[in-house]
Antibody, heavy 124, light 107 residues
């Protein structure tokens, strides 16, 4: 069964770069049918989609974060990664990775499988 | 961006109750509306996609309906394992956006 697991530092200093990796097991990240996405949920707030990447390396991002986000994929390791630069306290959140359908499919985009999330706190 | 709202923000219900949660989009999203269940510390779980299609393995007590801007999630007979927060999400246009959630608590 497909599983996703987020990993990375749980504490990041303000102005530094947050770096997280999602490891996919039980399935290949090189599937033509799916994108791999990052989302987050600040404490007490709703879910926000950050961006997504295809196994080919093609990525698209939420414009609200685009200037600070890089998403990359490593098919040899079955992993994809998130880098968020110039973080502030507002970036404190539980970060999730997830697999989602392609937007050009008949069913639109839905997030089919998620990791359990990792809390990242931005604090000095 | 397409804004999603949900009502109520929370509700208290008893085991066996019928529960209905409403989701509204700021513009028509046709039938591209999905529902998730989330319990603290766990991975969110897809329940329903394209408004009314039950994800494989999800109990048939969950059902969804609606189109355009107004959608509902119904739990026909609430079970102890259903106490969680429920989110809707539009899959019509990027950026993919979520409702603020409805927390279902034990009465």
């Amino acid at each position: 069964q497909l599983q996703l697991q987020e990993s990375g530092p749980g504490l990041v200093k303000p102005s530094e770069t947050l770096s997280l990796t999602c490891t996919v097991s039980g399935g290949s990240i090189s599937s033509e049918s799916y994108y791999w996405g990052w989302l987050r949920q600040p404490p007490g707030k709703g879910l926000e989609w950050i961006g997504s990447i295809y196994y080919s390396g093609s990525a698209y991002l939420n414009a609200s974060l685009k200037s600070r986000v890089i998403i990359s994929v490593d098919t040899s390791k079955n992993q994809f990664s998130l880098k968020l630069s110039s973080v502030t306290a507002a970036d404190t959140a539980v970060y999730f990775c997830a697999r989602h359908t392609t937007s050009y499919g008949a069913y639109g985009v839905y997030f089919q499988r998620w990791g359990q999330g990792t809390l990242v706190i931005v604090s000095s | 961006d397409i804004q999603m709202t949900q009502s109520p923000s929370s509700l208290s219900a008893s085991v066996g109750d019928r529960v209905t949660i409403t989701c509204r989009a700021s513009q028509s999203i046709l039938h591209y509306l999905n529902w998730y269940q989330h319990k603290p510390g766990k991975a969110p779980k897809l329940l329903i996609y394209v408004a009314s299609t039950l994800q494989s393995g999800v109990s048939s007590r969950f059902s969804g309906s609606g189109s355009g801007t107004d959608f509902t999630l119904t739990i026909s007979s609430l079970q102890p394992e259903d106490f969680a927060t429920y989110y809707c999400q539009q899959g019509y246009g990027s950026p993919w956006t979520f409702g603020p959630g409805t927390k279902v608590e034990i009465k």
